[in-house]
């Protein structure tokens, strides 16, 4: 247990709204990570930080941004959810001092009508 | 940049048989190299990873995987699977000393372990 925590972990909206994911991790790791999971595409890195108020894109970031004001929380924000964003995403952080291991956090199931 | 291939989609099994689960990468550099498991509707749990050292590596519920650096390989293996072993099964790479970036996953693996 990496001690990370997803919020919310279900999510319905509506095409158009703003969708925020929160990422809470309590072991202090500098490396943090969206990821989203969808059939046949395995998972492809969104966003991903390293460290406070230092993050980069990843393979698919187009319609998302990221916010990372402290090291504990890493936040995904939808600005206008499309149909597209419906998926699975899971934050995960990186432990460099094992090899820089990845963990995941138990994931957000959100679903754009 | 690296890549990973994985060579089944899916890996139907019945139960108490042996199972191999193929895992191929391409890198430019060396690379630590890792087998996660995700049950349905869960978050992905470490099996096992390579770092250094020993080649053949063991994880959690019996599995191991073995590092072949002239194939570029690393293939997850059980002798005896279980029911509760159906899941998907990702493989992943990272570079070493890498940037924060570069963690590549295959599309996974499904496997069934059939009565």
């Known amino acids: 247990d990496a001690g990370i925590t997803q919020s919310p972990r279900h999510k319905v909206t509506e095409t158009g709204t703003p969708v925020t994911l929160r990422c809470h991790q309590t072991e202090n790791h500098r490396y943090m990570y969206w990821y989203r999971q969808d059939p046949g595409h395995g998972l492809r890195l969104i966003h991903y930080?390293?460290?406070?108020?230092?993050?980069d894109k990843g393979e698919v970031s187009d319609g998302y941004s990221v916010s990372r004001s402290k090291t504990e929380d890493f936040l995904l924000t939808l600005e206008s959810a499309t149909s597209s964003q419906t998926s699975v995403y899971f934050c995960a952080i990186r432990d460099i001092s094992e090899g820089n291991t990845i963990y995941f956090g138990e994931g957000s199931w959100l679903t754009v009508v | 940049a690296q890549s990973v291939t994985q060579l089944d989609s899916q890996v139907p099994v019945f139960e108490e048989a042996p199972v191999e689960l193929r895992c191929n990468y391409s890198?430019?550099?060396?690379?630590?190299l890792f087998w996660y498991v995700q049950y349905p509707n869960q978050g992905l749990q470490l099996l096992l990873k390579?770092?250094?050292?020993?080649?053949l590596v063991k994880g959690i519920n019996g599995f191991e995987a073995e590092f072949n650096k002239s194939q570029t390989s690393f293939h997850l293996r059980k002798p005896s699977v279980h029911i509760s072993d159906t899941a998907e099964y990702f493989c992943a790479v990272s570079a070493r000393g890498g940037s924060a970036r570069q963690l590549t996953f295959g599309s996974g693996t499904q496997l069934t372990v059939l009565p």
């Open positions: 930080s390293y460290g406070v108020k230092d993050t």
């Open positions: 390579y770092l250094s050292g020993s080649t």
């Open positions: 890198s430019s550099v060396s690379v630590y």
